[in-house]
């Protein structure tokens, strides 16, 4: 364990948990997770959503294990090696709001950063457009950071304010397993898909075992899709930047091996091809999450290790995923609603405000 450990804590960590991170995402398609979704932060947590009868669209709504697991495995990382740190104060009414529109461009795109990937190595050519929406979306918030952009700093919190989110994640899984009934009618919440993206899963176990490798192993590395790519331009650093090379390869080779890459447009699964909502959904998300700190992924794990403001950020994707739906924002496979794109706007400005107006003085 030691000897993994070290290697996690190296410059290589993040690659090696980029090529798990790629792979399992790849497997838990395979054994019953959506196409080319067999990991995806912003689609899991919106099903979560769903599950709790916070919207109803009845095809996305299950208690996805990963999520859960990511907490509770970026938890036992942390205490083990004694980095459990509660902290937070760090601006947090804007940081639920920017996970909020974080949430509202993923499901325009259809995807958070980890799915525009998977997508892209399952052959959607689709997720081409929304990884350079993402591009550039962290492209703008670099030069927010540039200028002197921060939300502050976070203090240290009582050691059980740390403990509110995997509390929450243990409840969850509880709910999962246990499926109790509410109600003089005996009906939910907690709600399950009986048809659609959300009916489809590989078996809970599997996917919560997977959900805790990866939370120990990002709670290690620190790996982070838009750290990456913010340290390639803003450092010249490539560390973080090594998982997401490894993700996508170690993603496109599981799919051949299993004959699940099927490159093209058309016909991709819980995807639409209007490239100009693709991209500009993820400038939004992109630029969301780079004034936040971390990429979804990363703010899960994150909220598991005590990090408070992570953990804001979380309920405000969770909010964000149930008023997409709610309100007819969030996209399909036929397409971009006109709501959607004008909450779109709406979180862009939004974003460009909170980036221009906090700031440090540099002078």
């Known amino acids: 364990m030691k000897s993994v450990n070290d290697l996690l804590l190296s410059r290589y960590g993040p690659a090696v948990t980029g090529a798990v991170v790629g792979t399992a995402a790849s497997l838990l398609v395979s054994w019953g997770n959506p196409g080319n979704m067999g990991i995806c932060v912003a689609c899991f947590t919106r099903d979560i959503a769903g599950a709790l009868g916070l919207h109803r669209a009845a095809v996305v709504q299950y208690l996805r294990p990963e999520i859960p697991g990511f907490v509770l495995g970026a938890l036992l990382a942390a205490l083990l090696a004694a980095e459990y740190r509660p902290r937070s104060g760090s601006s ?28 892209l190595a399952g052959g959607d050519w689709n997720a081409l457009a929304g990884i350079g929406g993402l591009i550039v979306g962290i492209g703008i918030g670099i030069v927010f950071l540039w200028r002197g952009f921060s939300l502050g700093r976070a203090s240290a919190s009582p050691k059980w304010a740390g403990a509110i989110m995997p509390l929450a994640a243990v409840s969850l899984l509880l709910l999962l397993f246990m499926r109790p009934l509410f109600g003089p009618e005996g009906a939910g919440p907690v709600f399950f898909s009986e048809k659609g993206p959300g009916a489809a899963a590989a078996p809970a176990l599997i996917s919560l ?35 997401v090379v ?91 609603t006109s709501f959607g794109m004008v909450a779109t706007v709406i979180g862009l400005l939004f974003c460009l405000a909170v980036g221009g107006l906090f700031r440090i003085r540099m002078d």
């Open 246 to 336: 490894t993700f996508i390869l170690a993603a496109i080779v599981t799919n051949l091996l299993l004959g699940q890459f099927k490159p093209g447009f058309e016909g991709q699964p819980i995807a639409h091809t209007n490239q100009v909502w693709n991209f500009t959904g993820m400038v939004l998300s992109g630029l969301a999450f780079t004034l936040a700190g971390g990429c979804p992924g990363r703010q899960v794990i994150m909220s598991g290790e005590g990090d408070g403001d992570a953990g804001i950020f979380v309920l405000g994707m969770l909010i964000g995923a149930a008023f997409a739906h709610n309100f007819s924002l969030a996209s399909s496979g036929a397409g971009v």
């Open 92 to 119: 947090p009414v804007v940081r639920f709001f920017l996970g909020f529109f974080a949430m509202i461009g993923a499901l325009i795109f259809l995807g958070c950063p980890w799915r525009a990937y998977a997508r």
């Open 209 to 243: 075992g997977a959900g805790l490798l990866i939370g120990w192993m990002g709670q290690k590395s620190r790996f982070c899709t838009v750290g990456a790519i913010r340290d390639v331009v803003m450092l010249r650093d490539g560390h973080l930047f090594s998982g």
